[in-house]
């Protein structure tokens, strides 16, 4: 277990710009990657730091750098020479693997926050996706130079997710609750699938909001499986290649919030839930449903693992939704001008009273002194 927390000291004894002790920030870690090959390790914290692991022979430190903004979401490359960053600012930066003090070179911006990065499997292109709706498609080797936008979201997007084994297409999740399909070098959208139609039994409600949190993909089956931000389901799909659909196969409901989904190389499934309990599950096909899997020695390891080690999710328990602020605020005008005009006739209405009662009260004060 590592500490992000000794990790480096801060320059100045985390002072600011201005000289004075900068806020005391949570460490969290915001995000983080593996390399393609499982030889890398990095990730960001709260504290704006990037650190750098090599996890073979054994797990090792090699850098811990300063960003210049607090990220959203990172990826190392396929020949696992730079890390991309992706920050709130809308700008991704480029960190060496290979020179792990370098500092970091800015490759591209967006004007709007970005949610997720990735690249395709031969590095060629950049994929960004912002909480504009958009989603940009740039040439690694010069990110200035924009190959396509996949435009068709109609709320932030959350997840971007290129298909290994079929490297032109990629998935794209968003707040408007869709997972879509796409050519991305063309920007032609291929499939788009609506979530909120999926579970029949809430077909009433179709207000929920389904952000996906997590994507994850297995090559063997071509099983997508998404997670949903504090929706305790994973929807599993699977997708067809040659009319290039994605076909929804299966639900999972968790007793408690996903965490998030990972697909091992066999096949299958692991969840990891905000349970001390269970905190950790594992499911894999069978004749074509996913079942539970109980007896794995593997699970069961993990399993006490994250149980005796609970304190270090604590942080993460009860937490509230982190896209519920990325929405687009809706204004209902029509609502505000009867609320208003309601308003201004009931001031006028009670106007009316007074001077009426004000009348009355002066007639009958002229009637006294007549009748006196």
Not at 6 to 22: F, M
Not at 93 to 104: I, L, N, R
Not at 116 to 121: G, K, Q, R, T, Y
């Amino acid at each position: 277990m590592y500490d992000c927390i000794t990790a480096g000291k801060k320059s100045q004894e985390e002072r600011g710009q201005d000289g004075q002790p900068a806020v005391k920030a949570s460490d969290d870690i915001l995000a983080f990657a593996f390399s393609s090959s499982g030889g890398y390790f990095a990730l960001t914290d709260d504290n704006k730091r990037l650190v750098l692991f090599r996890t073979k022979p054994c797990w090792e430190c090699l850098s811990v750098r300063s960003v210049v903004r607090r990220c959203t979401s990172l990826i190392i490359t396929a020949a696992e020479d730079k890390i991309l960053v992706a920050d709130k600012s809308g700008d991704v930066y480029s960190y060496s693997v290979t020179e792990p003090q370098k500092a970091g070179k800015v490759e591209l911006g967006h004007l709007s926050l970005l949610l997720d990065v990735a690249l395709s499997p031969d590095d060629q292109y950049i994929l960004t996706a912002d909480r504009d709706e958009k989603i940009r498609v740039s040439l690694t080797r010069a990110p200035h130079n924009i190959v396509s936008f996949c435009l068709g979201h109609r709320e932030f997007v959350s997840r971007i997710f290129v298909i290994p084994n079929y490297p032109d297409l990629m998935l794209s999740a968003s707040g408007d609750c869709t997972l879509r399909l796409w050519e991305y070098k063309s920007g032609k959208e291929v499939h788009c699938c609506h979530l909120n139609s999926l579970n029949k039994t809430e077909a009433t409600n179709n207000d929920k909001k389904y952000a996906v949190s997590r994507i994850a993909y297995c090559c063997q089956g071509n099983y997508i499986a998404i997670l949903c931000d504090c929706i305790p389901t994973v929807y599993i799909f699977q997708f067809d290649a040659a009319p290039q659909l994605l076909n929804f196969r299966h639900q999972i409901s968790l007793k408690h919030k996903g965490w998030d989904v990972a697909f091992e190389e066999t096949g299958g499934l692991w969840i990891l839930q905000e349970d001390k309990a269970a905190s950790l599950l594992l499911y894999r096909p069978v004749d074509g449903h996913w079942q539970p899997v109980t007896d794995d020695t593997g699970l069961m390891k993990m399993s006490k693992y994250l149980h005796d080690n609970w304190t270090m999710f604590e942080g993460s328990v009860g937490t509230e939704s982190c896209y519920s602020s990325l929405y687009k605020a809706s204004f209902d005008n029509m609502a505000i001008y009867l609320q208003k005009k309601e308003e201004r006739l009931q001031q006028q209405q009670k106007k009316r009273k007074e001077l009426q009662h004000e009348s009355n009260r002066q007639t009958k004060k002229i009637r006294t002194r007549e009748s006196s």
